[in-house]
């Protein structure tokens, strides 16, 4: 028995607890190995990989132990990416988590990166997002009704001071009002939030 045929079919296990299986096998530099989940994702990778369980499967929960990325061309460093995995901290990070976030989910949908990334485009607000990389905008899930979910049907873009009025207005006891000094006749000054201050 050659060493393709030996090393066909080997199954093996990812540091995620997931099996693969090698399915083509050319040489120790190009191997095709099929995860052994209901995506059945292929992948190609080098033998040595294998044996180290070092190969990536997209569909393993690595984002906040929930979150996937799937097969998409974006990064992790893209704007979209970020975008996408600060949406998830706020609900799943159990050290960052607010308490304003305690009962808010992400849909089934968006804990997959590429899908998020297909409905980007129709999340109402897309265009003034896509169009100020530069500016803060929030993906906000309460503006279209009091949500504890983001999805498609209840997420928009809007800017930072329109997300700070509608908290505010939502629920006036949250927000703490900032009392300054003028610097230039010494009056106080009082806002009854930082949109104001806009």
Same mark, same amino acid.
């Given at each position: 028995?050659?060493?393709?045929?030996?090393?066909?079919?080997?199954?093996?296990?990812?540091?995620?607890?997931?099996?693969?299986?090698?399915?083509?096998?050319?040489?120790?530099?190009?191997?095709?190995?099929?995860?052994?989940?209901?995506?059945?994702?292929?992948?190609?990778?080098?033998?040595?990989?294998?044996?180290? =369980?070092?190969?990536?499967?997209?569909?393993?929960?690595?984002?906040?132990?929930?979150?996937?990325?799937?097969?998409?061309?974006?990064?992790?460093?893209?704007?979209?990416?970020?975008?996408?995995?600060?949406?998830?901290?706020?609900?799943?990070?159990?050290?960052?988590?607010?308490?304003?976030?305690?009962?808010?989910?992400?849909?089934?949908?968006?804990?997959?990166?590429?899908?998020?990334?297909?409905?980007?485009?129709?999340?109402? =607000?897309?265009?003034?997002?896509?169009?100020?990389?530069?500016?803060?905008?929030?993906?906000?899930?309460?503006?279209?009704?009091? #949500?504890?979910?983001?999805?498609?049907?209840?997420?928009?873009?809007? #800017?930072?001071?329109?997300?700070?009025?509608?908290?505010?207005?939502?629920?006036?006891?949250?927000?703490?009002?900032?009392? =300054?000094?003028?610097?230039?006749?010494?009056?106080?000054?009082?806002?009854?939030?930082?949109?104001?201050?806009?």
């Amino acid at each position: 028995m050659g060493l393709k045929e030996e090393r066909l079919g080997q199954i093996f296990t990812n540091r995620c607890g997931t099996k693969f299986i090698i399915v083509e096998y050319n040489n120790c530099n190009d191997v095709v190995v099929e995860f052994q989940d209901e995506h059945k994702h292929r992948t190609h990778t080098d033998y040595r990989w294998c044996v180290k =369980g070092s190969v990536d499967n997209p569909y393993d929960k690595t984002v906040y132990n929930i979150g996937y990325r799937g097969v998409t061309s974006f990064k992790r460093d893209s704007r979209e990416y970020v975008l996408w995995s600060d949406m998830l901290r706020r609900c799943y990070a159990v050290e960052n988590r607010n308490k304003t976030y305690k009962q808010c989910i992400v849909c089934d949908r968006w804990l997959c990166f590429a899908n998020f990334c297909e409905d980007l485009p129709y999340i109402d =607000g897309y265009d003034f997002w896509k169009s100020n990389p530069n500016q803060k905008i929030a993906l906000d899930k309460d503006i279209k009704g009091d #949500s504890t979910i983001y999805s498609l049907e209840t997420c928009s873009f809007v #800017s930072i001071s329109e997300n700070s009025k509608e908290r505010q207005q939502r629920n006036p006891s949250a927000t703490k009002p900032i009392i =300054g000094i003028n610097i230039k006749d010494g009056t106080m000054i009082r806002f009854s939030s930082t949109s104001e201050i806009n």
